[in-house]
């Protein structure tokens, strides 16, 4: 994943993972389809699958055998070589995002004074 510095990507973005999932491991490593880079921002394909540039890429799947997240891309017809970022398929993470695993303050509240969800 290539990430050119913007002001918004220099603030914290919560993303909601599986609780199976993997921890995302170093950059470098074989990457274990914790699925960070694909929740955190499409990549160029995902793009265009999901129509956004932000947000978790709507192409990612959970693999519940597996316990990993899977590109759902490459079953849609897509050559492998086309999707630039391919999770799980034994490659180097190359996903430079800093993992902070701080529980935010809505998950700690007991559940009857969350706020209600529209
Ligand atoms: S490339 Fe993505 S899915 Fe694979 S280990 Fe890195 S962050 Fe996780
Ligand atoms: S690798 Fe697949 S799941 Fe991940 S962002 Fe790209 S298209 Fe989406």
Do not use: F
């Not at 220099?10 to 990457?31: S, T, V, Y």
């Amino acid at each position: 994943m290539h990430r050119t510095p913007s002001p918004s990507s220099l603030l914290p973005q919560i993303i909601h993972m599986h609780p199976q999932a993997a921890p995302k491991p170093a950059m470098g490593a074989a990457c274990n389809g914790c699925g960070l880079c694909c929740l955190a921002e499409p990549c160029p394909v995902g793009v265009l699958l999901s129509r956004s540039r932000s947000g978790p890429c709507k192409a990612l799947r959970w693999d519940a055998l597996q316990q990993q997240y899977r590109c759902g891309a490459l079953g849609s017809g897509l050559q492998a070589s086309l999707v630039g970022r391919w999770i799980a398929a034994g490659k180097g993470c190359d996903c430079d995002l800093e993992v902070d695993l701080s529980p935010t303050i809505e998950s700690l509240l007991p559940p009857a004074s969350k706020p209600p969800h529209d």
